[in-house]
Structure formats: C-alpha cells, structure tokens
C-alpha cells in the first residue's frame, strides 16, 4: 500500500510510530452531494462507484446502492482483493479508462493530489472527477438524492429518527467500525488492549440494544443497521483471528448473532458480501500482520440458518 504525494505514488505502510502504536484514520478528501439543480446533479449513467468488496466502509455504498434500485443507474468496478505496492489495482482494468490502478483515478481528477486512494469512490465521469470518497456520505447520497430517477422513496435516514442515528453511528463508528481497525493495526500492546476492551464493551451495549429492539432505533431498519452490519459480517471470519479481536466471537453473543443473519437475509443483501474477497484482503494484503500469508479456511457461522427476529421463539421453533 501506499500514498500519492504531489501526484508522485510512494509504498508506504501506515506509521503508527508519531502516535505511540495507535492507527489514526485520515479524513476523505471529496466531499461534494449530489442534488437537484447543483454541480453534480441526479443523472442516470453519469456516475461510476468503485469499490472493495472486502472493505467494509465501500460494502455499506455497495449495500444501499443495491436497497435503493440504483443497479442500473450506477455502474461499478471491484478492484482486486489484494492490495500490496501500488495500493488498490483493478484486474482486468477498469473499464473508462484502461487504468491498471486506483491511484490514477486520483491524479486523473487531480494531477498533483496528495492523500490515501481509498475506496469507495464515487466518480463522474462528465467531469472526470471525484464527486465523494467518504461512505457516510455516499449512503445519505444514495438514500435520497436518486429519488425522483429510481422512484424508490425508502428512507434510510428518516427525519424523525437523526438524532437517534447520529449518536448510534457516532459510539458504532468510533467503538465497532473503526474499533476493530484500532484494535488489529495497533502496535503496542496497551494500545491494543485499551481499544479491544473498548469494542468488546461496544459489543455488549449493542448485544444489550438488540435484545430490546429488532433494529438499531426499533422497528424501522436504517442506515444505522447496515453501517453496522458490513463490520459484524466480517468479524468471526477476519477480525476475530486477523484483527486479534478474540475475547468473544459475534456467534457467542445472545441477540447479535440472529440480527446479523437477518441482515445478511435481508433481499438483495447476500449478493453483496464476498467472504472469498474478505478474507483474501485481509489475510493477504496485511503482511505485517500476517506474514506468511496464509488465507484460513473458516468463514465464521452459517448466515443462512433460520434468524428468528420478530418472532416469538415459539413460533420459530414451529411449536
Ligand atoms: N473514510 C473512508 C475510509 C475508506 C477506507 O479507509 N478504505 C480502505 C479500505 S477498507 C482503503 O481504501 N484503504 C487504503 C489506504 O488507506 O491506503 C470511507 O469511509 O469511505
């Protein structure tokens, strides 16, 4: 992996070493909206998302995108799971450009950028540039800027509940999604320990949550739920061994397990999860981790078992 600085690639891993062991997550560079009458406007086939199907934060733009109907709207390109020297590469190529790697994309739409080339990008191909390259955002983009196109009309941010999703987000982002991250590309052991007790308790609260509520803020699914799933789908399988997040597996827990396989149940959902990409990334990609490479055989629970959320354990059990 690597950055561009001045448009220049350089290989570089991340430095923990300024920050006493601890993996500090740069902010996104793009961060336009799309909207009616604006710069970027809803168009059919004007926009590009290129993801990771083993990335976490590009599965929930993957997610949406799928929920919403913007299949034929947007198209996407999946880079390959591995991502060494040149950071993320596409095999075959990409399809506007021919590019071989991500990180031409970036100096197409600014030759001297300087930053990490991550994904998910959602690109525009009329202005040749970056329109967003946070996943927070591109899902609030996705959950309503297409409306009028696609007359899907499902919100996944309801005005009534913000405020609720806000705070979730905020504890799941900092605790779980960003969590397992901190904990795994810690290098110093109290580091480590702070930020996997950190996420267990997180773990716990949710777990807590969900014995209470069928989603995240009650009966209503939102983005909340899905931000949340694409780090639960990929915990038992990566985080857990990879990640050394090993006090509990998701399967141990009382109420996480069965909400993660109704999510994963969820039409449309499975298609959008890869553990095959998953687990390559991860196990590959991360030779400081793991140096020999080995890619595990295990791929966690069973998702496709009965969920049994929303009914009672009676009528699960067909009694
Ligand atoms: N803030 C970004 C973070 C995206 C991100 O960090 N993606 C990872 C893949 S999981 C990446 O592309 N990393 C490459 C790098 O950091 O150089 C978002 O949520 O969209």
Not at 20 to 41: L, P, Q, T
Not at 65 to 87: A, C, S
Request: aromatic fraction near 12%; glycine fraction near 8%; proline fraction near 5%.
């Amino acid at each position: 992996m690597g950055r561009l600085i001045k448009g220049v690639w350089h290989e570089q891993w991340y430095d923990t070493s300024a920050t006493g062991g601890a993996f500090v997550r740069e902010d996104a560079g793009y961060r336009h909206r799309i909207e009616e009458g604006g710069r970027f406007a809803p168009q059919s086939g004007r926009y590009h998302l290129y993801v990771s199907l083993a990335c976490p934060w590009a599965h929930r733009t993957l997610i949406l995108r799928r929920l919403k109907g913007l299949e034929p709207h947007i198209d996407v390109t999946v880079v390959h799971p591995h991502m060494l020297d040149q950071g993320w590469v596409y095999d075959p190529v990409e399809p506007l450009y021919g590019f071989a790697c991500h990180h031409q994309l970036y100096t197409l739409a600014k030759p001297d950028y300087s930053g990490r080339v991550t994904v998910p990008v959602l690109w525009d191909k009329q202005e040749q540039t970056i329109v967003n390259n946070e996943s927070a955002e591109i899902v609030r983009i996705f959950s309503s800027a297409f409306d009028t196109l696609t007359g899907n009309t499902e919100d996944y941010y309801p005005e009534s509940l913000r405020e609720e999703i806000d705070r979730l987000n905020e504890r799941i982002y900092n605790e779980v999604n960003n969590g397992v991250y901190k904990t795994g590309f810690a290098t110093a052991q109290d580091v480590y320990e702070k930020e996997c007790r950190t996420l267990f308790a997180a773990l716990d609260w949710l777990d807590g949550l969900l014995a209470e509520r069928r989603y995240l803020t009650g009966e209503r699914i939102t983005e909340a739920d899905w931000r949340l799933f694409t780090t639960l789908v990929r915990f038992d399988p990566v985080y857990h061994g990879h990640f050394k997040c090993n006090i509990r597996r998701i399967e141990d827990y009382s109420h996480l397990p069965g909400y993660l396989r109704e999510l994963y149940q969820w039409p449309g959902v499975a298609e959008t999860v890869s553990f095959e990409h998953i687990k390559q990334h991860y196990y590959y990609s991360h030779a400081t981790i793991n140096p020999t490479r080995i890619v595990p055989l295990g791929e966690g629970q069973d998702l496709t078992l009965p969920h049994g959320r929303g009914v009672r354990p009676a009528e699960w059990l067909g009694l």
